[in-house]
């Protein structure tokens, strides 16, 4: 079972910024995304961003102009700069890896993800 190793997080004010970072699985692919996903109290978990392993970037609109996703593919870490935090942003964060594997069969694709990690914002 393979479970990605998430850090950062914590508690921050209202406007302040936090940083998520998150270490991929060893696996070999050939393709994948790397994204964060939230769930706050009463709320069904969501995207909050992903980058793939082709540079495509996507954001929730919730959150566009204020977080930044990066990844060092060479390392398979995934990043999440989240600056200006409101509190809405609370919710406990999750990083998620989907890998594609290309076989003669067809395609097959993994989900992995974190134990999580509480983000809680002040007003």
């Known amino acids: 079972q393979v479970q990605l190793v998430e850090s950062g997080g914590g508690l921050a004010q209202a406007g302040g910024s936090l940083r998520l970072s998150c270490v991929g699985s060893?696996?070999?692919?050939?393709?994948?995304?790397m994204g964060w996903y939230r769930q706050g109290p009463g709320n069904e978990r969501e995207l909050v961003a992903s980058?793939?392993?082709?540079?495509?970037?996507d954001y929730a609109e919730s959150v566009k102009g204020r977080f930044a996703i990066s990844r060092d593919s060479a390392k398979n870490t995934v990043s999440l700069q989240m600056n200006n935090l409101k509190p809405e942003d609370t919710a406990v964060y999750y990083c998620?890896?989907?890998?594609?594997?290309?076989?003669?069969?067809?395609?097959?694709?993994?989900?992995?993800w974190g134990q999580g990690t509480q983000v809680t914002v002040s007003s």
């Open positions: 980058i793939g392993s082709n540079g495509v970037i």
């Open positions: 998620n890896e989907k890998v594609t594997i290309a076989r003669i069969e067809g395609k097959v694709e993994f989900s992995y």
């Open positions: 060893r696996r070999p692919f050939d393709a994948n995304v």
